[in-house]
């Protein structure tokens, strides 16, 4: 199937610093996600990108569709301990039915 | 309130004895997911349904079963789990809106151990 490449693995960062995680695919998505899994729950969706060069926010989240649809960013601004957990990228692409194909997931550490 | 429920949320299991985690969706979704997660693979697909009746593979089917009788139910089967069936595995629903199958809502996750 399709790669996803999510970096970076891990960050572990001061409170208040912000962070920016990237995805990039060897192939086009239409759509692009973001999602955060907590420990011992499942994915929730953080903010979903729907066009090309795109940028959306959420709270003090900001992502971007790229221009070339084969890839993604998210950036959070001045975290705080609960932004702790993994995030995943996810994209989809409508020709393949519909298919989510995630990366590999960023486990962000918040330092108090 | 909304929510994507799945059973056992723990499971041990031998090799080779069949089982059934089950999946419940309360949204009326059109289309629901299982993933498989494991450490550093991110969540891989196994199955899918975009309606009732209609099921197809994801990325890693191989031992797998599902079926779709009702809108609300997928269970994920495995008729004879091996060691390499270790996961953590989610269900997830969605409903399909113009722009496709996307926003996707994931169940709390089922941890099975296969020894």
């Known amino acids: 199937g399709q790669q996803l490449n999510q970096s970076p693995q891990s960050m572990f960062i001061q409170e208040g610093e912000d962070v920016s995680m990237n995805c990039t695919s060897s192939s086009i998505f239409n759509t692009w996600l973001w999602y955060k899994q907590d420990p011992g729950e499942g994915p929730v969706l953080l903010i979903a990108l729907y066009k090309a060069g795109e940028l959306t926010s959420n709270g003090r989240l900001t992502a971007q569709f790229g221009i070339t649809r084969k890839d993604s960013f998210l950036n959070i601004s001045a975290s705080i301990p609960s932004d702790v957990g993994i995030y995943f990228c996810a994209g989809q692409n409508n020709n393949a039915g519909n298919m989510l194909t995630f990366g590999g997931g960023t486990r962000l550490m918040v330092k108090p | 309130e909304a929510q994507v429920t799945q059973n056992p949320r723990y499971l041990i299991t031998v090799t080779g004895k069949k089982l059934t985690v089950t999946c419940s969706q309360n949204m009326n979704h059109e289309y629901m997911s299982w993933y498989r997660q494991d450490p550093g693979l991110g969540l891989r697909q196994i199955y899918y349904s975009m309606n009732v009746e209609v099921t197809d593979k994801g990325d890693v089917p191989e031992g797998y079963k599902v079926s779709r009788k009702e809108k609300r139910n997928f269970p994920l089967i495995l008729e004879s789990p091996s060691p390499n069936q270790t996961s953590l595995y989610f269900c997830?629903?969605?409903?399909?809106?113009?722009?496709?199958?996307?926003?996707?809502?994931f169940g709390p996750g089922t941890r099975l151990t296969v020894l």
């Open positions: 997830a629903s969605s409903p399909i809106g113009l722009a496709g199958v996307n926003e996707q809502f």
